[in-house]
């Protein structure tokens, strides 16, 4: 694997160079370039093919809209702008020798059916991108997945896409091919978000009519993206309406939101400012509507969250805008017939500026963000348990078009403070402070050579605090074999430093503590010294595409994640190091290294035409840990979020003469769990610091003892059937309401979320949970 890795980092230099010395001057030649926005929204229209009629000579636009056509030669030409679902758009144009021509656009949208566009822009988007482990997702997607109460969310579709998956309705976590949720990174408009879903785990911090856009890094991501070793989620909001004042208001059985938007400044030209706002806010009754809806329910739903975003949009013209934003997210959990008490808080903002600049074959792009997470929790018989961490990032990417390749470069620079108190048994706590920083740049290149795609990058990574330097090589390519079946590979390496004080080992837990750069880490690991507190890892991903016919696409990709390095909280450690005489680091030390892997294969297709979609995935995966215990052996053992295989089944049918109703429906069947089975209990009597307790007649706890790694059990398996129904209506004032009905659980199947080891309680997930929505767009 290793020596994989190092002909990777030489083969991504080696094309760089070669691409960079093989840019030859153009002074003499001309470049037309300018923005493609919606006519009635001003929504940048990404991936629209703008081309000269004549040479062909083209460019698809970027997620901003820009394009960029260069190398031409001088003369008249016509230059056509399509774009699927829109009219196309043909304008004669004249280049004087070297000029430079910035040519606006928009464009109104015709009656096309939404799912016709959709298949014919994915399959133009997978012929002329790369595309490996990257799977983009629009609002329109998520609606077409049941969701709790009807109330359409990201997080219930992540859940339908291959090699993602959660371990329970509460908690809120993610696992992406192996990864455990510290190492997959989610960013809102730049911001990083810390916890990007709730504690009940139906829900998102992100409000989907807000959403433009989001891309899904499953692995192999590119060297644009640092600070994640598994996975990264990028989100992008969209423009408030430049036109007109205009919103929606959702009320459900569970929660609510409404969103309002419009001009400031009203849009009257393209070269011409123009100003608009958006604001959302969401928020959830799950505990009162638990007496009302759900009575039925015999456990506690004591979850409520709260979530508000803002953005204001200036645009000094088509081609330059700035956004402002803002955030604050709130989560509790407070159970009346217990002491368990859990909450955290997100806030953040930030901006983000994007041109094109007059003369230039450049598209710049400054942002800077900032954003706050802070959390307790409170358990019996244990002591508070808080982490708190702040962060600063400032980015300046610049993407540089040569006919049909571009370099995009650029650099970062990021702060953590995080504040942290855990304990993690009677005896033992950890508390630490850290400051930390990172400074990186990257340079990747896009080239198309005749059917050969490649896309490889470069990212440097300087952990000031550790005073580490980290290259991260990574490498793309696909190949179209033909029209309709493509080739594609995908590898890099990739570290942080950020971990989290959770363990693989638990199940249940809550509380999420943050660090970076830990301190009181073991020096040594299975014979070798410990030479720095990153965590890290190395992709390698295969794949292939196959269009059948006009309306079947499969996507088919292995894929091995494998950590040379991982940080993690020691949950074996005895006693503080100045108590303890020749023990072993394990024993004493607040963190651990491990080493893993997470391997396997996922299948996914789909069949989409004019009123009706099907699609299913299927992923066999397997993720594994190994640890040195305290005999310097080393145990090899599977995380509690290792599960074998995963299968999901979706549809979407529309029906009536305008579409206006909607049936959806999901499967999923998931293969059980892993868990350490209980052996024994024994007594357990905590002595205070002056030991005055008598141990004699006092009482104790009753503690677990759990049985090795090498006889882990497995949960049962896991499958659920959600179903729902929308009707809309639309008004003549261009204003729609909607009614959707939905049950959770169609069939009330069982589901083990887990057991209380000391009560043999088994608690369940979600039963039969039927939901309403009544949505008003104006």
């Not at 009807?150 to 329970?168: A, E, F």
């Not at 249940?508 to 410990?530: C, H, M, Q």
């Not at 391997?599 to 840990?625: N, P």
């Not at 049962?716 to 179903?723: A, Q």
């Amino acid at each position: 694997m290793a020596l994989i890795m190092k002909n990777i980092m030489k083969i991504s230099i080696v094309i760089i160079l070669l691409s960079l010395t093989g840019l030859s001057t153009f002074a003499q030649d001309c470049i037309v370039k300018g923005v493609v926005v919606d006519k009635s929204t001003s929504e940048p229209l990404p991936y629209t093919n703008v081309y000269i009629k004549e040479t062909q000579q083209g460019s698809l636009t970027d997620d901003h809209g820009y394009y960029i056509i260069s190398k031409i030669k001088p003369g008249d030409y016509i230059l056509v702008v399509f774009s699927i679902g829109y009219d196309s758009i043909s304008e004669n144009i004249h280049l004087a020798e070297g000029s430079v021509l910035t040519k606006n656009f928009n464009i109104s949208g015709k009656a096309y059916n939404l799912q016709e566009v959709s298949v014919s822009g994915e399959r133009a988007d997978n012929i002329s991108k790369v595309k490996v482990s990257e799977i983009k997702i629009i609002p329109t997607d998520i609606e077409m997945t049941p969701s709790i109460a009807s109330m359409p969310d990201i997080s219930q579709h992540l859940l339908t896409l291959p090699g993602i998956i959660s371990t329970g309705d509460v908690g809120g976590r993610l696992y992406i091919r192996g990864g455990a949720p510290i190492q997959n990174k989610t960013t809102l408009d730049g911001a990083i978000i810390y916890s990007p879903m709730h504690s009940i785990g139906l829900f998102s911090v992100i409000d989907i009519d807000a959403v433009r856009n989001m891309k899904v890094f499953t692995g192999g991501f590119g060297a644009e993206y640092g600070g994640s070793i598994s996975s990264v989620m990028d989100i992008t909001t969209r423009n408030g309406n430049v036109s007109k004042f205009s919103g929606k208001v959702d009320v459900s059985t569970i929660a609510s939101k409404v969103l309002i938007e419009g001009p400031i400044i009203k849009k009257k030209s393209a070269d011409k400012p123009y100003m608009s706002f958006m604001l959302s806010a969401k928020g959830s009754y799950l505990e009162q509507a638990k007496d009302v809806f759900y009575s039925y329910i015999d456990r506690e739903l004591p979850y409520t969250f709260t979530d508000f975003y803002g953005k204001l949009s200036f645009f000094a013209s088509d081609a330059f805008k700035i956004d402002l934003f803002g955030f604050l997210f709130n989560d509790r959990v407070q159970y009346t017939n217990s002491p368990l008490s859990y909450s955290w808080k997100s806030s953040g903002f930030g901006g983000r500026m994007t041109a094109m600049p007059k003369h230039s074959t450049s598209i710049v792009e400054i942002s800077f963000a900032g954003s706050n997470y802070s959390m307790s929790f409170d358990e019996t018989n244990y002591s508070p348990r808080t982490s708190e961490i702040s962060s600063g990032n400032f980015g300046l990417h610049i993407t540089n078009y040569t006919g049909e390749s571009y370099f995009k470069y650029g650099a970062e620079v990021v702060t953590l403070k995080t504040n942290y108190l855990f304990y993690s048994t009677d005896y033992n706590d950890t508390e630490q402070q850290q400051n930390s920083s990172e400074l990186s740049g990257y340079v990747t290149f896009h080239g198309k050579f005749g059917k050969l795609i490649i896309e490889p990058g470069f990212r440097v990574n300087w952990y000031t605090t550790l005073s580490k330097i980290f290259p991260s090589p990574v490498l793309a390519a696909k190949l179209n074999v033909t029209e309709k079946f493509r080739l594609k590979l995908a590898a890099g390496i990739y570290s942080q430093n950020l971990l989290s004080a959770t363990s693989d080992m638990d199940i249940l837990n809550f509380f999420k503590g943050y660090l970076s750069a830990p301190v009181n880490l073991v020096d040594r690991f299975n014979g070798e010294p410990v030479e720095d507190q990153l965590q890290k890892s190395q992709h390698i991903i295969l794949g292939t595409e196959v269009d059948i016919g006009k309306y079947v696409f499969l996507n088919l990709e292995g894929y091995l994640k494998n950590y040379p390095q991982l940080i993690g909280f020691n949950n074996k450690k005895l006693v503080d190091e100045e108590y303890a005489e020749n023990l072993p680091e394990v024993l004493t030390k607040d963190f651990v290294v491990e080493t893993g892997k997470s391997y396997g294969a996922e299948l996914s297709g789909k069949y989409e035409d004019a009123i009706k979609i099907f699609k299913f995935t299927y992923t066999y995966a397997i993720a594994k840990r190994s640890y040195e215990d305290a005999f310097g052996e080393m145990i090899e053992y599977y995380p509690h979020y290792d599960r074998r295989h995963n299968f999901n089944v979706m549809a979407t049918v529309f029906a009536g003469d305008k579409n206006q109703w909607q049936f959806n429906a999901r499967w999923n069947f998931g293969t059980g769990f892993p868990f350490f089975k209980t052996t024994g209990y024994y007594e357990f009597i905590k002595l205070d610091e002056n030991e005055v307790n008598n141990y004699l007649t006092q009482n104790g706890d009753m503690r677990i003892l759990l049985g090795d790694e090498s006889d882990q059990g497995r949960l049962p398996n896991y499958h659920r059937l959600d179903i729902s129904v929308k009707r809309s209506f639309r008004f003549k004032n261009n204003s729609t309401l909607e009614a959707e009905f939905n049950i959770v659980n169609v069939y009330n199947q069982k589901n083990i979320f887990y057991q209380d080891r000391i009560t043999n309680e088994t608690i369940y997930q979600l039963p039969f949970l039927p939901g309403l929505r009544i949505g008003y767009y104006f």
